[in-house]
């Protein structure tokens, strides 16, 4: 394999881990501060020990995702020198500002919401709590604004083969970004979502943490019945902006090769295999004009073939066909779920619908494998260009990168990676299994509920925390 | 694109003055980050030294609320090298692929490790602390080969990178590795003697003389080494009659090693406890010798071939970011200063913050 080849496997393998727990920890953080308003609005016991629950499972995840964050920023100079030497002047800030105005905010405040309750009041730790949760919204602006920058660039002038800003305004509210934007943010916290109602409703099938669950459960299905569906017209949306600024994206989502004969319409493949070589797909089973009412909202409307343009500017069609109705599919099985326990909720038998629970449980990881999906669909779906139209993801490799290095740094990766978030998630399972410890009876207080337990090593989840019950 | 050599003057303006103001905002970031996240790797580097695993939990401890925060700066670092001077960010990173790597690797394990060692017992829990240590010793190692390899100059050709693979490899990158290493594990030695009491603050008192020799002894050999490397950097120091203008600089770290010598003792006597100026002296040795590095440096940010000139994004790139810099860094700051206030004190072995 060349340097190429192995530079994209490698971010491609680096970015998908990393996207995992920053997904995850803006839903939490957000959801942390919900809880922490609602114990502080109440004063209810249960709203602290749910926070004091969630913020182990945040610190565990915050920290795998700082680490595999600090590798994606040297990820463009180690293996993208030609990209950053070309886009730096326009990535560079981007990210810069993200760091100046997210991770230094979320980093700052980190420590005294995870250590500081018994040493600062109970409103400036919220104020902690909500200041690491807007940076971790912060952050996703800024993020986004970069990659959308290069899905649909604009804003700049070329010098030469190098992109100089010209309108700031214009780079970050790029044509693709607040659709892209609102399609993350939305996935994140339905991620979060799915795992909250999911390992609610494991509680529930076990008989366990009944109050706590019920409450869990009822807050995600509620913000589930908005989220799921504001997410399908936002992803809708976003999938008419991407028709608009890459048809060939879409065409690939579709799987759409040849134009049709006019007024025909544009059929939609429910499945097939699509062959790169062949211009077609094997297996097909597709319903006429279904494609047209989607994306033009019109019974005959086109949309650009993949052979509109050469195979050298075609994206790899198989992954992008399969990965979209991957997402696809778990939406809309989330979708099912939610309606389902809305359904069962206005019988009044939401936490003994067994179905509902099992459906809660089996797609409690759903929401990452969306997010996944999607991601993949988007990112196989801009090649071969790494900024669209003007700069060639095989033009923007390292030059003088021998491969070897690069096989060195993927092995590695790969490995440390396995053990690392291999650990991480069994420590995380373990931990949800657990579940919510009550605080010691009769306390009133933040500082009081947060049990000053002598010689507890100073991590947030201790391995009192994710141990079993009878072996203590 | 500049020409990589390019050299500008103040009577140029703005394109001469961005750049140096862009070059003293990343070596405060990168000081910053070295003086923050040094104390801490240095903690990682020591922790073997602990006396059993309660001791190395209560080393750990110390850091744990604001070791995130100190991390950050490097990705500050990165992520400013890139928008303000791209080209040196694409050839430092891609030329030094191998150390850059054992940097992140490093990383990732003293990083996890705060959060996974406290989740296990016995043979998990030793073997998350080794991953603290050694993951530390890697990190420092190749941060140090990193500044070494730096010094001695990239090998370019027509702006791009020429030396291969193992380019950076050298006993003198090498050597610096290990000095890094030393003087992380100072500096770690200082922060312990201002944060803990008893038995351990005794113990970090006691590493502090041995591993001063070791730093200057270091920084002795650096000294004679590089007139010998026959690179262009470092030229300034050793060229002509400057090296009177500049010898403040080696006499005043003479002189703080000396105050650092005199505090390492514990001092019973003393009107007011000395137990902030071990760290303080120590911050203020790596300030000094990061001084004198950037004055050998100038006007290169990547020698012997890109200046600081010719490896600087537009006005509008730099422009655009020093704006937001010049109102977010004090803020930045302010915080930070506060969440330290929060956690300051003694933290003793028996105490979470909690």
């Given at each position: 394999m060349d340097t190429l080849l192995l530079s994209r496997i490698q971010f491609g393998f680096v970015i998908s881990f990393h996207i995992l727990f920053p997904a995850f920890t803006i839903g939490l953080a957000n959801w942390l501060a919900f809880l922490e308003w609602r114990w502080l609005r109440t004063g209810q016991a249960l709203w602290w020990d749910l926070y004091v629950f969630w913020r182990k499972v945040f610190a565990i995840s915050f920290g795998m995702g700082v680490v595999s964050g600090i590798v994606m920023s040297f990820q463009f100079g180690t293996n993208w020198a030609v990209l950053s030497e070309r886009a730096g002047n326009v990535l560079g800030p981007l990210l810069s500002y993200e760091v100046l105005t997210a991770f230094f905010l979320e980093a700052g405040f980190l420590g005294v919401m995870l250590f500081g309750a018994r040493r600062v009041g109970p409103w400036v730790h919220f104020f902690c709590t909500a200041m690491v949760a807007l940076g971790t919204l912060i952050s996703t602006f800024w993020i986004i604004a970069a990659i959308s920058w290069m899905h649909t660039p604009q804003g700049h002038v070329l010098q030469g083969n190098v992109f100089v800003p010209g309108d700031w305004w214009a780079i970050v509210f790029n044509p693709s970004f607040p659709y892209r934007l609102a399609h993350m943010v939305l996935a994140a916290f339905i991620t979060t979502c799915f795992v909250i109602g999911g390992t609610s409703a494991w509680y529930l099938r076990r008989g366990v943490h009944p109050e706590s669950a019920a409450r869990m459960l009822r807050l995600a299905v509620v913000f589930g019945a908005i989220a799921v569906p504001a997410q399908i017209l936002a992803g809708d949306q976003h999938g008419l902006n991407t028709l608009q600024h890459q048809p060939i994206k879409v065409a690939a989502m579709e799987g759409h090769w040849h134009a049709g004969a006019s007024g025909a319409g544009v059929p939609l493949v429910l499945f097939g295999v699509p062959d790169q070589q062949a211009e077609r797909n094997d297996f097909e089973l597709a319903v006429p004009r279904l494609g047209s009412l989607i994306?033009?909202?019109?019974?005959?409307g086109d949309i650009e073939p993949l052979t509109a343009v050469v195979p050298e500017d075609r994206p790899p069609v198989l992954p992008v066909f399969v990965f979209f109705r991957v997402m696809v599919g778990l939406g809309l099985l989330m979708l099912a779920v939610v309606a389902a326990s809305a359904w069962a909720w206005w019988r009044g038998r939401l936490e003994r619908a067994t179905w509902v629970l099992r459906g809660w449980q089996l797609l409690s990881p759903a929401g990452f494998a969306a997010l996944l999906a999607g991601w993949w669909v988007t990112e196989f779906g801009r090649q071969p260009w790494v900024v669209y139209g003007l700069l060639r993801t095989r033009d923007a490799v390292s030059p003088n990168l021998a491969a070897a290095a690069v096989a060195t740094s993927l092995a590695g990766y790969v490995l440390v990676y396995a053990v690392i978030f291999g650990a991480g998630i069994w420590y995380l399972w373990r931990l949800l299994h657990k579940g919510p410890t009550p605080a010691a009876p009769g306390s009133a207080d933040a500082a009081a509920t947060e049990v000053r337990t002598p010689a507890r090593p100073l991590s947030v989840a201790g391995e009192a925390d994710i141990a079993e019950a009878d072996a203590r | 694109m500049n020409d990589a050599g390019l050299i500008l003057h103040a009577s140029d303006g703005l394109a001469f003055w961005l750049p140096v103001v862009w070059l003293g905002v990343l070596g405060f970031g990168v000081l910053m980050y070295v003086l923050l996240d040094g104390f801490v790797l240095g903690l990682g580097i020591l922790a073997p030294l602990a006396e059993d695993g309660a001791q190395f939990d209560h080393m750990m401890n110390t850091a744990a609320p604001i070791w995130d925060g100190n991390e950050t700066w490097l990705v500050l670092g990165g992520a400013g090298l890139l928008a303000a001077f791209p080209r040196a960010y694409a050839l430092v990173l891609s030329a030094l692929y191998l150390p850059v790597l054992t940097l992140l690797l490093g990383l990732i394990f003293r990083g996890v490790a705060f959060e996974f060692?406290?989740?296990?017992?016995?043979f998990a829990r030793r073997a998350w602390g080794a991953a603290f240590s050694g993951g530390s010793v890697l990190a420092t190692f190749s941060q140090g080969v990193i500044l070494g390899a730096l010094v001695q100059g990239l090998p370019t050709q027509a702006g791009a990178y020429?030396?291969?693979?193992?380019?950076?490899?050298s006993p003198f990158s090498l050597m610096t590795g290990v000095a890094l290493v030393c003087g992380y594990a100072l500096l770690g030695s200082g922060w312990l003697i201002l944060k803990t009491e008893g038995r351990l603050h005794q113990r970090a008192r006691r590493w502090v003389r041995p591993l001063v020799l070791g730093v200057l002894a270091f920084m002795a050999v650096v000294s004679i080494w590089l007139p010998l490397l026959?690179?262009?950097?470092?030229?300034r120091w050793f060229t002509g009659g400057r090296f009177v203008w500049l010898a403040p600089v080696p006499l005043l770290t003479l002189a703080v090693a000396a105050r650092l010598w005199r505090d390492a003792a514990h001092r019973p006597d003393a009107a007011r406890p000395h137990d902030a100026h071990p760290l303080v002296w120590t911050l203020a040795l790596f300030a000094l010798g990061f001084a004198g590095l950037l004055l050998g440096l100038w006007p290169h940010l990547v020698p012997p071939a890109l200046t600081i000139w010719g490896a600087a994004s537009p006005p509008a790139s730099q422009g655009f970011l020093l704006w937001g810099l010049a109102v977010l860094l004090p803020v930045i700051l302010g915080y930070t200063t506060w969440s330290y206030r929060v956690f300051r004190g003694k933290v003793t072995a028996e105490m979470g913050y909690h």
């Open positions: 994306l033009t909202h019109s019974w005959s | 060692r406290f989740k296990g017992q016995g020429a030396g291969g693979t193992w380019g950076w490899a026959s690179t262009p950097v470092m030229q």
